[in-house]
């Protein structure tokens, strides 16, 4: 085994596990850049997503391989020979490509797979043998591994060393154990395990209990060296172990966890903002370093402590996850040269003619608002229009008074034709939201509607972030704009377009139904 003792991998499943969540999906392009990102702030693998799960799936994974320069790519199969196939196919042109199957070995898990304990490790034996033959980098996982009993946890653990398995995960899959139980079982099982010397520990944990991170770092200090993680924490039910919190938690208590990673820590926050921006997940406020509120300080006792000596109530920078101190509005007189430097210093290089798009409306923006602040830019910088989107919003007037009903005239092209109508609802917002469904008829049902100030004062920006369900498939949308009809409707037509790219991506004709990790029939 390659020496990592002072070493802990970073291995991100945003794009897998992240994705999955319902709601989180994310288009190609999207899934494209965020994995760009990652490999730019040094995560040593990325899981790039499910190749079997759908067409869309097994195209991304394929893009990313070929296009990463320095990570891992790993993908994600079950334990069975088709899965596996299409996971290597998908990742086999990476520099560094990764199989990594799995199976519940839970009493629940074989249940549900109607299993015994010796047909599930045959199973085992059979599925690594056959990755191992396709790739000399296999990682192994056995499924709710902190509810398996112990006996058999570390049979299965044996046999997919045994076969070949480089390394080995021991999930969390439910958020189910505690700091001292995750080092534990790590360490248990390095001493008791045959070939365990041979071999890296992961540790992959779930927030059900708010304890990912801990329980991450617990793992690690067992002897895990490899933290399994998502940008933001972002996963099913209450997420994943956050990246930034076990990154910069190692890089502020080294002291008493001395391992180090290889990311840019600098590059943190820039890429949060993006995965909140794809996701449609926001950030909460008080979120640890990600958060609006992580580095502000309100209170009078805090703010003259912190005029006095910054340590006083922090333990790390701003800057260490690449938050630039306080920065001077642009206004309406600002130039091009003026609005590239301004990105540069916020981590976004774009290309001329993406510079030349932002700039239209980033002026735009500074006509209907005396200060651009830094969020406005960065709400502003990724507000275009995906090439393939089948609807476009063209104009929008809205009625508004005391007395409704309220009305919203709306051009709105479709596959490149102009339709109009004139709708009206309960408010504004309802009233435009029919007028898109006068035009455009859809089963869609609306899960969520959200909107936040990206500044303060009356003429801030709103982001609104809306969520929609169609057939058990659910798309996120969200824009940005000062006025909020216009953003909310904007939001809405991108969610639409996402289902819609969705619905493709599982047509009729496509031999490959989706699927989740978690079906249970193979
Ligand atoms: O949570 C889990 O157990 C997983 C596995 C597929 C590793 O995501
Ligand atoms: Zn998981």
């Not at 085992?124 to 396709?134: D, F, K, P, S």
């Not at 206004?331 to 030349?356: C, M, P, T, V, Y």
């Not at 929008?396 to 309220?406: D, I, R, Y």
């Amino acid at each position: 085994m390659t020496n990592y003792k002072n070493r802990v991998l970073i291995f991100d499943t945003t794009l897998r596990d992240g994705e999955q969540s319902p709601g989180a999906t994310m288009t190609h392009a999207e899934k494209l850049e965020i994995a760009e990102m990652l490999d730019d702030m040094g995560v040593d693998i990325i899981e790039a997503g499910f190749p079997i799960a759908s067409e869309g799936d097994f195209k991304a994974v394929s893009e990313i391989s070929e296009r990463t320069k320095t990570a891992s790519i790993c993908g994600l199969a079950r334990a069975n020979v088709r899965d596996i196939d299409r996971c290597w196919e998908a990742i086999r042109h990476a520099a560094n490509p990764r199989i990594h199957t799995f199976i519940g070995t839970s009493p629940l898990h074989r249940d549900m797979h109607s299993l015994t304990q010796d047909a599930m490790a045959e199973r085992i034996h059979e599925a690594v043998t056959h990755a191992r033959n396709l790739s000399d980098n296999v990682q192994w996982s056995s499924m709710d591994a902190t509810r398996t009993e112990w006996d058999y946890l570390k049979r299965t653990v044996e046999i997919a060393i045994k076969a070949g398995a480089s390394t080995i995960n021991i999930p969390d899959t439910v958020g189910y154990t505690a700091p001292m139980e995750s080092s534990d079982l790590i360490a248990r099982l390095i001493a008791d395990v045959d070939g365990a010397k041979n071999v890296v520990f992961a540790t992959h944990c779930h927030n059900d209990l708010g304890m990912a991170t801990a329980n991450s770092l617990a793992a690690v200090i067992g002897g895990a060296r490899q933290i399994e993680c998502t940008i933001n924490g972002l996963g099913e039910r209450a997420g994943n172990t956050a990246l930034e919190e076990v990154v910069m938690a190692l890089r502020v208590r080294h002291d008493i966890m001395p391992w180090d990673t290889r990311i840019d820590t600098t590059k943190i926050m820039n890429i949060s903002r993006r995965v909140a921006a794809v996701s449609g997940f926001p950030v909460q406020f008080n979120k640890a370093i990600v958060g609006k509120n992580a580095f502000a300080h309100e209170s009078g006792i805090h703010q003259d402590g912190m005029l006095k000596n910054r340590e006083t109530f922090e333990v790390m920078r701003p800057e260490d996850v690449g938050l630039s101190g306080t920065s001077l509005p642009m206004g309406k007189h600002s130039g091009r040269a003026a609005l590239r430097a301004k990105l540069a210093a916020l981590g976004i290089e774009l290309a001329d003619n993406q510079l030349n798009d932002v700039f239209v409306r980033f002026k735009d923006l500074a006509d209907r608002k005396k200060e651009v602040f830094d969020d406005d830019l960065l709400a502003l910088v990724h507000q275009n229009d995906a090439e393939d989107d089948r609807l476009r919003l063209k104009s929008l007037a809205v009625v508004c008074g005391t007395t409704g009903p309220q009305k919203a005239d709306m051009v709105l092209e479709i596959d490149g034709k102009d339709a109009s109508v004139s709708a009206t609802g309960d408010g504004p917002v309802d009233a435009t939201f029919n007028a898109v469904k006068a035009l455009f008829p859809h089963d869609a049902r609306l899960q969520l509607y959200q909107v936040h100030a990206v500044t303060e004062g009356t003429d801030a920006q709103a982001t609104v972030s809306v969520r929609m369900e169609e057939d058990g498939r659910i798309a996120t949308g969200q824009s940005a704009d000062t006025d909020t009809v216009v953003a909310s409707a904007k939001a809405y037509i991108n969610a639409l377009n996402r289902l819609l790219v969705r619905r493709e991506r599982s047509a009729p004709g496509s031999d490959i139904k989706e699927v989740s990790y978690k079906d249970a029939g193979e």
